[in-house]
């Protein structure tokens, strides 16, 4: 039963932290369809860097890096150039899979280190829940300081507040004298990150060595959970165990050897995104405020 | 610093030189990458862009690749101009292999060709239909396409697996998952030429494409239909006034591209494997994303620019084979393709000023 908590838990946090980047980005009107790709180079630079450096902690840092790298071009193509970001999101995560493709071909079939667990003093002593809360990896402590973090910085700090006001009305911010462009490059920046580090935990914890592809669609299940989460923070953290409750669950009944087939089970998550999309998307469109209303939309600059 | 000034009226240059520019930007990239990873780029450049016009037979080979490439970007065409975004057809194409398989499969004696045009119209109808989740979801309880037409690539995947494995498994396949060959009456041949034989895999799937880009040229151009698939995609508010309704074009646009990429599936299948498999398609649906951008949207443009893709995918095979590098680097090529040629967009409608000091 821990062991499965444990499991379950691990395998939310790289969706967890990449939709919370995702939800911060789009809360500032940036719609990044690259998350895909960025969680790939955050695997393939974690790994590399593991590799090369062989401390699990630095793969954090480089995961962090590359996926930081991939939102600038991201930024740099539609924040400057004003191009349509659908396009150019699905442009980043195609070109990233290229790239990873190519970077990880020398890192097939090498295993790394995974990252150690962290006690936290005597709290991890307590039965069940000791093990499952306060002894976990720096990542997973991490992700939910991250959630705290932005739930508060979103609600009461000033700079939250305009971060808000660009992503709903980007027009009026500008002429209030908010610089857009350069609060949206630090949010999706920030998403990057945030997907980046996600990428990296699968193989700093799931599976320890590179496979081409090896997100295998949770950056666009992360994408699925902002909007499951209303663009609420915390609610990311349910929906992304939900998911990872799901995935275990198929993983579970195929080593049981449940009697359904194995690509049924395996459909699982991805029937549930569809589910929780329409499920939550029929409420929202009566409920039109949740959604940033400058989300995807360009921003032409000074006129 | 630059700044970006509106034009009066698109440029016309811009539309022609921007994909040729985007082309060479990409190439200039692409090389870049591979030098600093530590490929030869002569050899890589080589390999990728003219290997595949080496020999007449490759050259065929190119248009039998960019055959379901083109076919599923005429219909994305269609979806991307209407500001509908399905990024699913790659599920489509499968849906609609797998339907035209279970009725090629359920006839196994047939010989006479006339079957093929039930087969291409089952093909439609199971993309299509695949099509139809993503487009009922949008329109009536406001779903996000994207995300829905994705998720149920993987489904596509999955399930067509599951076929080739389970129901439609051929006994005598010795345990590989593989379906029973189809009948004759389900195979497109390929086209032999009188004194030369065959060209490569030339087939007359080939011929579907002749027959597609006119019709959908005049389509765009020429019928009301394709007007308000215009006017829906660029100004939206004028098709509003206008009494256009938008549901009914985005259902209209999302069943036509899914049931043109599982007419794709069927001539891929039919043409160069003649059996169900658990991999059909090979990220067609995806790559036709590319080629309907680089064919600025245009049922000409997309001819093309698929034949431009083809040759970079066949091209990607030949340096997996020769210098080891993994075929998922075309990825790379496509995405910054693409990259280029939205910010040529952006260059049709702005001018660049260059003005010195603060803004």
Redesign the interface.
């Known amino acids: 039963m821990e062991a499965l908590i444990l499991t379950i838990i691990a395998t939310s946090i790289p969706l967890l932290l990449a939709a919370t980047g995702e939800l911060i980005a789009e809360k500032s009107g940036v719609l990044n369809?690259g998350v895909e790709g960025m969680m790939l180079s955050g695997a393939v630079g974690a790994l590399g860097a593991v590799l090369w450096l062989e401390n699990p902690y630095y793969g954090i840092i480089a995961g962090a890096l590359s996926g930081i790298l991939m939102a600038s071009?991201f930024s740099l193509?539609t924040i400057?150039?004003?191009?349509?970001q659908?396009?150019?999101g699905?442009?980043?995560?195609?070109?990233?899979?290229?790239?990873t493709?190519?970077?990880?071909?020398p890192l097939v079939g090498k295993t790394i280190p995974s990252l150690p667990k962290i006690e936290i003093f005597l709290l991890s002593d307590i039965p069940l829940i000791g093990s499952i809360l306060f002894k976990q990896d720096f990542v997973a402590y991490l992700s939910i300081g991250i959630i705290i973090f932005i739930s508060f910085f979103l609600k009461y700090s000033k700079s939250g507040i305009i971060l808000r006001a660009v992503g709903d009305d980007h027009q009026s911010a500008h002429s209030v004298g908010y610089p857009v462009k350069k609060i949206r490059w630090y949010t999706t920046c920030f998403g990057g990150m945030c997907a980046g580090i996600g990428g990296a935990y699968i193989p700093l914890v799931l599976t320890p060595h590179w496979s081409?592809?090896m997100t295998a669609?949770r950056g666009?299940i992360a994408?699925?959970l902002v909007?499951f989460a209303s663009w609420i923070p915390w609610r990311i953290i349910v929906g992304a165990l939900i998911f990872g409750g799901i995935t275990i669950a198929q993983l579970v009944g195929q080593a049981r050897g449940w009697p359904i087939?194995s690509?049924?089970l395996?459909?699982m998550p991805?029937?549930a995104?569809?589910i929780a999309?329409?499920m939550i998307?029929?409420r929202?469109?009566k409920n039109n405020s949740v959604v940033p209303s400058s989300l995807g939309k360009p921003f032409?600059?000074?006129? | 610093m630059i700044t970006f000034i509106p034009r009066d009226k698109v440029s016309k240059n811009w539309i022609i030189i921007a994909p040729i520019l985007s082309i060479v930007f990409t190439i200039f990239f692409g090389l870049l990458i591979f030098t600093f990873l530590g490929y030869n780029p002569l050899e890589t450049l080589y390999q990728i862009f003219v290997s595949p016009f080496s020999r007449i037979d490759r050259i065929s080979d190119i248009l039998v690749k960019a055959c379901p490439l083109i076919i599923i970007g005429t219909g994305l065409m269609l979806c991307f101009k209407s500001n509908v975004w399905n990024i699913g057809a790659e599920g489509q194409f499968i849906m609609g292999a797998l339907l035209a398989g279970f009725i090629a499969l359920s006839f196994p004696n047939i010989e006479t060709k006339f079957f093929l045009l039930i087969t291409i119209l089952a093909g439609f109808v199971g993309g299509a239909l695949w099509a139809f989740i993503p487009a009922i979801l949008k329109t009536k309880l406001n779903v996000n396409e994207i995300l829905v037409s994705l998720m149920l690539v993987y489904v596509a995947m999955l399930f067509i697996d599951f076929i080739v494995r389970g129901p439609l498994r051929d006994p005598m396949s010795f345990g590989f998952p593989l379906s029973k060959p189809y009948p004759e009456g389900a195979l497109i041949n390929k086209i032999p030429f009188p004194g030369i034989g065959f060209l490569g895999q030339l087939h007359y799937g080939i011929l579907f494409v002749f027959l597609l880009v006119p019709i959908s040229w005049i389509f765009v151009n020429k019928t009301l239909g394709g007007f308000k698939i215009n006017v829906l995609g660029s100004a939206p508010q004028a098709a509003k006034f206008a009494g256009f309704k938008q549901n009914s074009i985005t259902i209209t646009v999302l069943l036509l591209s899914g049931g043109l990429a599982g007419v794709a599936g069927v001539i891929e299948v039919s043409a160069n494997i003649g059996q169900l498999q658990p991999e059909v398609s090979f990220g067609y649906g995806f790559t036709a994303i590319i080629v309907a951008f680089l064919g600025r949207l245009s049922p000409v443009g997309i001819l093309f620019a698929g034949i431009i893709i083809a040759t970079v995918k066949l091209g990607a095979d030949n340096a997996q084979m020769t210098m080891g590098i993994p075929k998922v680097v075309t990825g790379l090529f496509e995405g910054i393709l693409l990259f280029f040629l939205l910010t040529g967009e952006t260059l049709q409608k702005y001018k660049i000023k260059w003005s010195e000091g603060k803004k």
């Open positions: 369809l071009i193509f400057n150039f004003m191009t349509n659908v396009a150019t699905l442009g980043l995560t195609i070109f990233a899979t290229g790239l493709g190519l970077a990880g071909a081409e592809g669609g666009w994408l699925a909007v087939p690509q049924l395996s459909m991805y029937i995104t569809i999309l329409t998307s029929g929202l469109s032409f600059g000074s006129q």
